[in-house]
């Protein structure tokens, strides 16, 4: 479970970065449409991620830890 979230962040954070290279170093007739492609699969990835956490916290495969900071 963990790899399957590790696996999502950093897919999130490469998209994140192909974003950055495109405004930077992309060709300015392209940039513009390849850095938005990359900011919309960011953005459809994070989604994606965070409802498989809801539905993976509903079906009750993962739990939270019970931790709070300033709780006692």
Do not use: D
């Amino acid at each position: 479970m963990k790899t399957l979230f590790g696996v999502a962040f950093a897919a999130i954070i490469l998209s994140l970065v192909m974003a950055g290279f495109f405004m930077l170093k992309g060709e300015s007739k392209n940039r513009g449409r390849n850095m938005a492609n990359a900011l919309t699969i960011r953005i459809g990835l994070s989604v994606l991620l965070f409802i498989v956490l809801m539905v993976l916290w509903n079906l009750g495969y993962i739990e939270p830890t019970g931790y709070f900071p300033g709780s006692r």
